[in-house]
């Protein structure tokens, strides 16, 4: 996915989308790992998201339109039954002029396009205990709003995306192939990473014996997928909607505490900065809880820290994997980036593992 793109080539696919107007600025918007994204000013004074979409990774890209637009309208039509305006609530997918839900350009590289959200902010950093909590709202509505969306017809955007087991083992075939030649570079890493096999399987286990339900899920519930209201501070609007897909309660837990409950960034290098933070923890669990108005079973509350110290351990093997196989897969600044990623992903791993059991007993509140 490494194009050359020009404004011109940018605003050239925009002009295949149903938009009036003419567009007057263009600006890169560098937050997620996968897609490119760009802010779109017209002179009607509208602004718009058009994203990239990396079909290295999402290969079907009219599937994930497809899952992304039938979310959607579920949603839009679940705030209009209850007679809130959802117009800021839910991700609004733009058609082409030709009634697609994307432009392939000549290079081949699929375009989308979405409203943008007004008067809404996008964080890399939580700023408040008050702030996380709405935030844990939000993810726990749309968990809510999505229980009785027909599972069925979402396509699987990336197989085993949050199977944690098939990323262990995907870690294990890349430290055999060991493509980039970096794997003696990282002893220490590699052991950290084999010495957590058993946790792999508690997920699929706990599906399978019951004790998780399969849900439809966002599972990628990092704080920057989240639009907050300027005025409210209340988490307006879910996006980056690319894997909505059958999934566990405890991915969604878990992937926000990983990001958001950090005292430091994904990549943050000075491993003493990084820590779990117990108040955030707490604050995002609470609210959560709450937006999942009472459907959580105890099982599941129960299991919520076990999720937070999965999906950590996950994102942090799937990092190594990608040192491993020579950054193919995470859109990476300077070449240690991803081990950066991996050995901060560890440390919190590290942390979470002293601190189980007050993240126990914080959930046991909520029961
Ligand atoms: C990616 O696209 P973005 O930055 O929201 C990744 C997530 C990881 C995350 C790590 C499709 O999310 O699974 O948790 O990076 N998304 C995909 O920051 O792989
Ligand atoms: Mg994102």
């Not at 950290?192 to 058993?198: E, P």
Request: proline share 2%; net charge negative; glycine share 6%.
């Amino acid at each position: 996915m490494n194009f050359n793109l020009t404004d011109k080539d940018i605003i050239t696919s925009a002009g295949h989308f149903d938009i009036e107007g003419n567009v007057v600025h263009l600006e890169e918007c560098h937050n997620g790992h996968i897609n490119r994204t760009y802010f779109l000013t017209y002179d009607t004074g509208r602004r718009y998201v058009m994203q990239m979409v990396n079909t290295d990774i999402f290969k079907k890209p009219d599937e994930v339109m497809e899952n992304i637009v039938g979310v959607t309208e579920h949603i839009r039509r679940g705030y209009k039954a209850k007679g809130i305006d959802a117009e800021r609530r839910a991700l609004r997918v733009i058609w082409t002029k030709s009634g697609k839900w994307g432009h392939v350009d000549r290079r081949g590289i699929y375009w989308r396009m979405y409203d943008f959200v007004e008067d809404a902010e996008c964080y890399m950093k939580v700023e408040s205990a008050e702030m996380f909590e709405k935030v844990g709202f939000a993810f726990g509505q749309f968990q809510r709003q999505l229980a009785d969306f027909n599972a069925s017809v979402l396509h699987e955007s990336i197989p085993n995306f949050h199977n944690t087991e098939w990323r262990y083992a995907n870690l294990e075939k890349a430290i055999a192939e060991n493509k980039s030649g970096r794997a003696h570079l990282i002893p220490d890493e590699i052991k950290f990473a084999l010495d957590r096999k058993h946790i792999t399987s508690f997920i699929n286990e706990s599906i399978a014996n019951g004790s998780l339900t399969l849900r439809v899920t966002h599972n990628d519930t990092k704080l920057n997928n989240i639009m907050v209201d300027r005025e409210s501070g209340e988490g307006i609007c879910v996006i980056d909607l690319d894997t909505v897909m059958p999934g566990s309660v405890l991915a969604d837990f878990g992937d926000s505490i990983r990001f958001g409950a950090s005292s430091a960034a994904e990549d943050e290098t000075d491993l003493d900065k990084v820590y779990c933070r117990l108040d955030m923890f707490e604050a995002y669990a609470k609210g959560f809880i709450q937006g999942l108005e009472g459907s959580l079973s105890e099982s599941e509350i129960r299991a919520l820290p076990m999720g937070a110290l999965i999906l950590t351990y996950e994102t942090g093997i799937r990092f190594l994997s990608d040192y491993l196989d020579g950054d193919v897969y995470f859109r990476t600044e300077y070449p240690d980036h991803n081990l950066d990623r991996a050995r901060n992903q560890f440390k919190l791993v590290a942390d979470m593992e002293k601190k189980m059991d007050e993240m126990n007993a914080i959930v046991a509140k909520y029961l």
